[in-house]
């Protein structure tokens, strides 16, 4: 059994920077894909980043050149880094695990892929 616990949410300005970190607890370390993904009120669970178990790293175009995810396997935790946030960031952050590998990068962005997540937390980016 995974469990994954999700930290580092907040108020901030535009163009100010956060830093989510999920640590995860069970059998995770390079075993496990990690990603995260955010939902706004009102809107879909939406694919953030990944990195994967061969520590390849895909990213939504809208965070791209933005966020960076990167992983301590020996703390089993994830990290993800924001940098020159906007307004349209503003959403619960998760973070979510999955077991199994994907040859196609693209499968990681269905949330239907992963059967880990956290609770969640908010990351609200005023103007």
């Known amino acids: 059994q995974v469990q994954l616990v999700e930290s580092g949410g907040g108020l901030v300005q535009a163009g100010d920077s956060l830093k989510l970190s999920c640590a995860a607890s069970?059998?995770?370390?390079?075993?496990?894909?990690m990603g995260w993904f955010r939902q706004a009120p009102g809107k879909e669970r939406e694919f953030v980043a990944v990195?994967?178990?061969?520590?390849?790293?895909y990213y939504a175009d809208s965070v791209k050149d933005r966020f960076t995810i990167f992983r301590d396997n020996a703390k089993n935790t994830v990290y993800l880094q924001m940098n020159s946030l906007k307004p349209e960031d503003t959403a619960a952050y998760y973070c979510?695990?999955?077991?199994?590998?994907?040859?196609?990068?693209?499968?990681?962005?269905?949330?239907?892929?992963?059967?880990?997540w956290g609770p969640g937390t908010q990351v609200t980016v005023s103007s």
């Open positions: 990195s994967t178990q061969t520590m390849y790293t």
């Open positions: 979510a695990a999955t077991r199994f590998f994907f040859t196609n990068g693209d499968s990681y962005r269905d949330t239907d892929r992963y059967g880990y």
């Open positions: 069970g059998r995770t370390s390079s075993s496990y894909a």
